[in-house]
């Protein structure tokens, strides 16, 4: 195996994340999450785990379809508070040198010509360490918040993310030529105007006549992240993403998404591996198995049960409070098209009751949870990515920082005594640590923006 | 003299920002704003020398009304590029104990709901040292690329912006209650949900029905600052600001707008020294008088004319391409409204040419440059504080860092000696060291959105 496994950690800037409740235990930090200490802590330790990225979840708005209202959310601390994520990415860069701050930001609620300018002052201040989680977000109580009656249709979601992003393109690969900047004190010229562009954007969705505001970062584009398992945020992330964010609680599910987006990404004439692919899980790793499994006991009778059936009611859009515990999640309608519905209805070969799934999400999530010594778990680890044709994990935590600390301590040197995980860090951008290429390559669409010239003609014919 | 002076550095995440084509200078580092090193550096010195605080202007936009195009400010580096100031905070907030960072934001680029949390975050992750400066934006180029035709009426973006403070302030300030998060590991309860309310704002510009996203930070509104001199600028300044920021080229300009501000704050029911005012200056000082003056004019021999003439042509609206130097300022119909217009047409007493203003605005911009010995400098400053009545002033650089560290070498402790200069920071939040209290005090317009169940009330009625 010549492919390196990637862990991330997936985080959020909330208490608790996806282990709603969690925060009681006494070892648990992530309510700490606004002290910035908090994160560089965490960011150092990752870094000497060889973890390639944080994965910083995002929403705007809060999970309100539980009870239609939001005390359960409030009460158990279940994503909300939140704070804003991209201002994560200085601190944790300035503290660290290699790991990747991956920051989710929703083409629903900026503009993309002042977020073109975050996302280039994020790069430069990360030395080309940030990545952009593109969603187009799920929760209707944003929405209302910025004065829309709600989200609007999902499939027209992807459509103006679609247009958003390719803005977003022609202002960070278009708009500024390579070498534009000069910075020659002898002829005075600091950036040369013939090789900044108007970008001249007149779409649908945005009109952006002009040039970008900032010079080209390391990245230009950083590198893009996208979740989102539906068929439609499926072919958004085989077109666009460089990596895709999945989940689902069994293999077979798992390995459908990644062999769609690798067929995919082939069809829009990219090359399958060009995306990599993380999953979620959650590792509880220690000594021995038995020990393991009675940290996983302990960590579960912590979980908020009504913070749990607020985040599910959120990502699925069905009120929770309706069922009973030993209702089955076959016999109840949960609609279709958000990112859970998909990973709870793809290959679950389980018939469960909604106590059942509570209890799967209410430690990390929708995703599996791994629990073993390190050698059981490092032997999942390698069967899930054998067998679903997937890069790595997104690491979701039950208590922070102690769950990544365990994997650093048990399961990283495992992995690494099998030659499957990293012992050093490749140097660059996130890219070229992935990729081994510092921009997009030309077989990505943001490639075709770059002779700006060249598309405003073209579009204006 | 019981208070002491207060300064500020005036900084912008750009080049050169009010000294265009100075980056040309050797010992400038100004080019280096890309690097978090540079702003750290930078703090670390001004904390030794008791600044007050960072005041980092913004703008979204580019210069383009010089010769009908962007080309003079793009080639002199003139404020483009320019990256996102928030994302500076919390790095440098890190770095440091206690100097503020006052960020730009205008109310035109961002809805106030996602802005609410930036702010609440940033609050936290300085502990309670930003501050927002209120813009209403003056760059019809930034307004292009949102896809408006313009920014709109003066007047009226004053009146959106009283909007959008007032959501602001019912989410900070009245969303969350004192003692809202509860995090009691015991009941399970993180946020009580009775103490955390709907804002139902209905206005005139923004709808936004529901709660804020984070809880409360530090000083919960995060101290206001506001720049902007025109007769509506004035009075929104005296409503809302807890630190003004004026400039102009004469003390008896400066006296004026100040009498104005303090006059304006009593008339909304604050006191009139509940607005501290910051005045602009240039401050090139050395060992003696001579040293300084040559310092001064081997500074000057670097300012780039187009790009000085691309800012104020940006600042007051009128294209100086039309014009030759010999012309004189008083017979080019300048417009209004802009604050740069006021300044200049405040209190000048001299009658300018073109080419007198270029030599006024190319270093450091539209305020007063005090060239001297520490002994020279400090009586300057000493006579405009005592003339003008302000509190202190944001120090702009000719060349960054050099020009803040004279001033710290040189005149900070020649001001301290005169027993008018703070020879340490006092404890808490940035309000707190300025005012000696931590939330805006009650006699401000936001304290009345901290019962919004009342104010709910009375705004249904």
């Known amino acids: ?60 708005g809060y999970y309100d379809i539980y009870n239609d209202n939001a005390r359960a959310a409030i009460k158990s601390g279940a994503q909300i508070p939140v704070n804003d994520p991209l201002q994560l990415a200085g601190p944790i860069a300035h503290a660290t040198k290699h790991i990747g701050i991956g920051v989710t930001a929703s083409t629903t609620f900026e503009h993309p010509y002042p977020f073109a300018r975050r996302l280039t002052s994020a790069d430069h201040y990360t030395n080309g360490r940030i990545a952009w989680n593109i969603v187009t977000s799920y929760l209707d109580s944003g929405a209302h918040n910025i004065g829309l009656p709600d989200l609007g249709d999902h499939d027209e979601r992807y459509e103006i993310a679609d247009e958003y992003v390719r803005v977003i393109y022609k202002l960070l690969e278009g708009s500024w030529e390579e070498g534009a900047v000069e910075r020659n004190v002898e002829t005075g010229v600091f950036t040369n105007p013939d090789k900044v562009h108007d970008i001249g954007h007149k779409g649908k969705y945005y009109t952006v ?8 970062s390391p990245q230009r584009t950083p590198m893009l992240f996208q979740a989102g398992v539906s068929p439609r945020g499926q072919r958004f992330a085989a077109q666009h993403a460089e990596a895709a964010f999945i ?45 393991a499994q009675v940290k996983y006991e302990e960590y579960s009778k912590y979980v908020d049960r009504d913070g749990a059936l607020a985040l599910l009611s959120g990502w699925t859009g069905v009120d929770f409070a309706k069922f009973k515990p030993t209702d089955r999640t076959n016999t109840i309608n949960l609609g279709a098209g958000s990112t859970f519905v998909d990973a709870l209805t793809h290959g679950v070969e389980r018939d469960w009751t909604v106590e059942d799934v509570i209890r799967w999400v209410g430690i990390g999530g929708p995703g599996p949870v791994f629990v073993g010594s390190a050698k059981t778990v490092a032997d999942t680890v390698q069967k899930w990515i054998q067998d679903t044709d997937i890069d790595g994990f997104n690491i979701a935590y039950a208590v922070s920082h102690e769950t990544w600390e365990d994997v650093i301590k048990y399961l990283v040197p495992e992995l690494q005594k099998r030659g499957v995980y ?22 990505h669409p943001a490639a075709s923006y770059r002779d700006i010239e060249k598309v405003k003609k073209e579009e204006a014919e």
């Open 1 to 60: 195996m010549s492919k390196k496994i990637i862990f991330n950690a997936f985080e959020m800037n909330c208490v608790g994340h996806q282990s709603p409740g969690l925060w009681k235990h006494p070892r648990d930090r992530s309510w700490q999450y606004k002290d910035l200490n908090y994160w560089i802590e965490l960011a150092q330790k990752l870094e000497k785990g060889f973890f390639n990225a944080f994965f910083i979840a995002d929403v705007i």
């Open 209 to 216: 006549p002009g040039i970008h505001l900032g010079e080209p």
């Open 247 to 291: 989940s689902g609680p069994e293999k077979s599910g798992l390995r459908d998404i990644v062999a769609g987006i690798r067929k995919h990404a082939k069809e829009y004439g990219r090359d399958s591996y060009d995306v990599v692919v993380f999953a979620l899980a959650t590792i509880i790793v220690d000594e021995t198995d038995e020990k």
């Open 422 to 443: 990293p012992t050093s860090y490749k140097d660059g951008t996130l890219r070229e640590k992935i990729f081994g290429y510092r921009y997009l390559p030309d077989n």
